[in-house]
């Protein structure tokens, strides 16, 4: 699986932006894909999260700091997903990269996704 991340960029507070992860090759619609994302001189941290199930439909699951901000959806048409970041603040500076995991489930540790994109930066200006 190869995840590849556009969308990042400079944008004022309270603005918005929205990313897109493109992959190819082996994918699964009912494996979770997620945004993660590592602010400088920080650790990497989980952002969001979808699964799509065949009778759930998509499932998502967010970091507190971006509930109500941030929306992850999911085209499995096109093998895509999105994270659609509203109301941005400079705290949400940072690379953000796409994962992709092998396992089923809703999962938000890093070390449970096996494929990762090459990452996209968001810079917020106050």
């Known amino acids: 699986v190869q995840l590849q991340a556009s969308g990042g960029g400079l944008v004022q507070a309270g603005g918005s932006l929205r990313l897109s992860c493109a992959a190819s090759g082996r994918t699964y619609s009912g494996y979770p894909m997620a945004w993660f994302r590592r602010a400088p001189g920080k650790e990497r941290e989980f952002v969001a999260t979808?699964?799509?199930?065949?009778?759930?439909?998509?499932?998502?699951h967010y970091a507190d700091s971006v509930e109500g901000r941030f929306t992850i959806s999911r085209d499995n048409a096109k093998n895509t997903v999105y994270l659609q970041m509203n109301s941005l603040t400079p705290d949400d500076t940072a690379v953000y990269y796409c994962a992709a995991s092998s396992w089923s489930g809703l999962r938000t540790a890093s070390g449970e996704y096996h494929y990762w994109g090459q990452g996209t930066k968001v810079t917020v200006s106050s």
């Open positions: 979808i699964i799509t199930g065949s009778w759930t439909g998509d499932i998502t």
